[in-house]
């Protein structure tokens, strides 16, 4: 998994550096340094480095000793925390909130029904009070048109 | 007006009862945060910074300033009572603290690093209140070279301290430089990397991204390290203890402890990259050299608890002074704080203090107030964190992802910025893991904009020679106190490495 995730870094820094150098201009009309001048820098510096990491990990390669509960945990938690942000676009700030607490807590604490409900139920109201009402905060409007 | 004149003027400012209420709801916010495992003060400012928009710059900044300073206090409940450090600076206090609860002398163990930390910190802040006027003094004859230099100068000391993975360091924090270069170019008024998105015109905004790398990527990490699996089952019953008080002996054994550390500590701060956890390390191993005890370290012995609480503490006063006299954050946690600071149209640097004497001095004097009120708070309130200790992770880790999704929204109101600090969440996690830097990134991205900047204006002043950078004696002296830093660095972060090498070994 290191390893993919320096080829994922490396062809972001080879795509960074490629629109650096084609898009953007190093000198000014006025020979003063452009707006590629930093870009191409930063490009080229970024895809060495990677690239030498990436030896260096290639080198390295051991067996993986990931735990895989560890990693379906982890998971699991950022589909949830996706499946937020798709609702909160949807349903709104409040209603959204209290969907996705109270999907998380029904599996990541699992048997605890009434503890679950009480959070469920008070945390949204507090952090709605605390953002719309004492901080006077932006809440995500709500895509769909719901009847509360 | 002189330094006592100027003190009292910030007094009368912070001690007014709105910016009392909020320094208190400050330093509560950030001894909540220190106590939770893994989630240090960086995270904590950048997760509640949204909070503070609505807020007048000063009680914010004052607010702000607790929360950082704060945590350092309440990182340590953790480390007596759990023995599970609340972040990387509170890792040395395990060392003699969970031994000191073990032997049943947690309840002075708890006093004594609090008091230990007021001391580290009300002294950092005697320091800050003396030397910053006075390093302001001297960064107003830079320019935009000198400013160049002290960007690098901040990278390079931070990358120098990550050790065995410099490599990815150096990746992180051209990320960072990267993200950084997103939006319209000033000079030339030519868009970069926007891809006619009219959300990333002014760039890409720096709190989605901290809350992402510190908020949800630290959680993702929890979760990874199975904390959520952990229960509070070890946790020590102090209050089960025939003594809750520190004795004599223990005040009397440790007063030299906390003078040296203060300052060692304070020193270790203001070098750009160290920061309170090496400052922490550095103390428990000078401290353990140079006990007549030597033998009862790492078994419970007082003066080891103490020598870390004061270091952090003082190093964490000390990381104020390059941020508030040259506007060059040295760590993540300032770096957060820059952003707030700009946020609110202000810019720290050597002008700062001259030209807003009120905020400068009220954060300075409400440190004093600060640390004064996390001693109470840290001594009376230790039924309350550790009922706090107590909650599972399980619980926290969904609230937390709401806490950052609404505090990112309320921002800009802007859907892109929110799904940015999600990917900024993913990201930071697999950083986390794979040993990338999220802390080198997020200072490059805030000193990435003001570096090419100052490059820029540099090379145009100069006529596009780098020679520039030798002929002025301000550069030079900058780049002499570089090159001395980078020598020194790797011998201090080693020194820290013996210490839990030998703390771990049980010598």
């Known amino acids: 998994m290191r390893i993919a995730f320096l080829i994922v870094v490396l062809a972001g820094a080879v795509f960074y550096s490629y629109i650096a150098f084609i898009d953007l201009n190093f000198l000014t009309r006025t020979g003063r340094l452009g707006p590629g001048f930093f870009p191409r820098i930063v490009g080229v510096a970024m895809v060495v480095f990677t690239f030498w990491a990436l030896v260096d990990a290639l080198r390295e390669r051991r067996a993986a000793q990931d735990d895989g509960s560890a990693w379906r945990d982890v998971v699991t938690l950022m589909a949830l925390a996706v499946g937020y942000a798709v609702l909160l676009r949807l349903l709104g700030g409040f209603p959204a909130t209290v969907v996705y607490l109270g999907l998380s807590l029904v599996i990541v604490n699992p048997g605890r029904h009434l503890q679950n409900a009480i959070l469920t139920a008070v945390i ?5 009070l605390l953002f719309d009402r004492l901080l006077n905060a932006n809440m995500p409007p709500a895509l769909l048109d719901l009847p509360f | 007006m002189d330094i006592f004149g100027d003190l009292m003027m910030g ?16 330093a509560m916010v950030g001894m909540v945060v220190g106590v939770i495992p893994g989630f240090g003060p960086s995270a904590g400012l950048a997760i509640l910074l949204p909070v503070t928009f609505g807020m007048d710059p000063v009680p914010a900044i004052m607010m702000l300033a607790a929360i950082y300073y704060g945590a350092m206090y309440g990182g340590t409940i953790t480390s007596i009572l759990l023995n599970t450090p609340g972040e990387s600076a509170t890792v040395a206090s395990t060392f003699d603290g969970f031994p000191l609860a073990k032997n049943g002398r947690a309840g002075p163990a708890l006093v004594m690093q609090a008091a230990a930390s007021f001391v580290g910190g009300t002294v950092g802040v005697v320091l800050i209140t003396i030397l910053a006027p006075m390093f302001a003094q001297v960064s107003r004859s830079f320019g935009p070279p000198e400013y160049f230099l002290l960007a690098v100068m901040g990278m390079l000391t931070l990358i120098v301290m990550i050790g065995q993975h410099w490599k990815l360091g150096v990746v992180s924090a051209l990320i960072g430089f990267a993200l950084g270069t997103v939006g319209v170019d000033l000079e030339t008024g030519q ?22 790398l510190f908020g949800l990527g630290e959680l993702f990490y929890a979760f ?5 699996k952990t229960g509070t089952g070890g946790i020590v019953q102090y209050d089960k203890e025939e003594r809750f008080w520190p004795t004599r002996h223990d005040w009397i054994s440790t007063r030299m402890t906390m003078a040296r550390h203060s300052i060692l500590g304070f020193i270790v701060g203001v070098i750009p990259g160290a920061g309170a956890t090496i400052a922490s390390l550095m103390a428990y191993s000078t401290e353990r050299s140079i006990s007549k005890n030597k033998a009862n370290f790492g078994k419970g012995e007082m003066a080891g608890l103490v020598a870390p609480e004061t270091a952090n503490n003082a190093a964490s006063s000390g990381a104020m002074i390059p941020l508030l006299t040259l506007g060059i954050p040295g760590s993540a946690s300032t770096a957060v704080l820059l952003a707030a600071f700009l946020m609110w149209g ?7 203090m001259e030209q807003n004497p009120e905020l400068a001095w009220g954060l300075i004097a409400s440190m004093y107030l600060g640390n004064m009120a996390l001693l109470a708070i840290s001594i009376f309130a230790i039924p309350l964190f550790v009922q706090m200790i107590k909650v599972p992770y399980r619980v926290l880790g969904p609230t937390i992802i709401v806490i950052c999704t609404l505090g990112t929204f309320s921002v800009h109101a802007s859907f892109v910025e929110t799904y940015l600090m999600f990917g900024a969440g993913i990201v930071g996690f697999f950083m986390r893991l794979y040993g990338f830097s999220p802390a080198a990134l997020v200072l490059a991205l805030v000193l990435g904009p003001l570096a090419e900047e100052a490059l820029r204006q540099t090379l145009t002043i100069s006529r596009g020679s780098f020679g520039i950078f030798v002929e002025r004696s301000a550069s030079l002296w900058i780049i002499a106190v570089t090159i001395g830093l980078l020598v020194l660095l790797p011998l201090l972060g080693r020194f ?12």
């Open chain 1, 124 to 128: 949204p109201t507090a952090i709605y």
């Open chain 2, 11 to 26: 007094l009368s400012l912070a001690i007014s009862p709105i910016n009392m209420l909020y320094l208190l709801a400050g």
């Open chain 2, 191 to 212: 868009g970069r990397y926007t891809f006619g998105s009219a959300e990333l015109i002014g760039g890409i905004y720096f709190i989605p991204i901290a809350i992402g």
């Open chain 2, 224 to 228: 990874y390290q199975g904390l959520h």
């Open chain 2, 346 to 352: 202000l810019r720290p640097g050597p002008l700062f």
């Open chain 2, 496 to 507: 820290g490495k013996k210490a839990e090498e030998a703390e771990k070994a049980g010598t």
